[in-house]
């Protein structure tokens, strides 16, 4: 069992940044990717970005590639999503999830294929 919660939303201009927290606690997740999406109202959750909690290759949607970075702190069990030159359209709800089924392979970007959810973190980006 894993317990996810986000942190560091906020209200910022377009242009700005936010960096998003993911503490994770719980039973062991190394071997776990873990995933960032977002929902902006009536829209479907959407992927933003997945990283290993040990480390190493990370993917982005097409969307925040470039804006965005993933990095993670095993120390703390923490998974970081900076936030650079945010626009109005990244406003939405942000949650992490774990996918404890991942391979070592291909992260999955499907909310069905994630187990374990934040209560996620409201960023919104004004014009």
């Known amino acids: 069992q894993v317990q996810l919660v986000e942190s560091g939303g906020g209200l910022v201009q377009a242009g700005g940044s936010l960096r998003l927290s993911c503490a994770a606690s719980?039973?062991?997740?190394?071997?776990?990717?873990m995933g960032w999406f977002r929902q902006a109202p009536g829209k479907e959750r959407e992927f933003v970005a997945a990283?290993?909690?040990?480390?190493?290759?990370?993917y982005y949607a097409d969307s925040v590639k470039g804006r965005f970075t993933l990095s993670g702190d095993n120390a703390k069990n923490t998974v970081y999503l900076q936030m650079n030159s945010l626009k109005p359209e990244d406003t939405a709800v942000y949650y992490c999830?774990?996918?404890?089924?991942?391979?070592?392979?291909?992260?999955?970007?499907?909310?069905?294929?994630?187990?374990?959810w934040g209560q996620g973190t409201q960023v919104t980006v004004s014009s």
């Open positions: 990283i290993r909690w040990s480390g190493g290759r990370t």
């Open positions: 999830a774990a996918d404890r089924d991942y391979s070592g392979s291909a992260y999955r970007t499907q909310p069905r294929f994630y187990q374990y």
């Open positions: 719980g039973r062991t997740f190394s071997s776990y990717a």
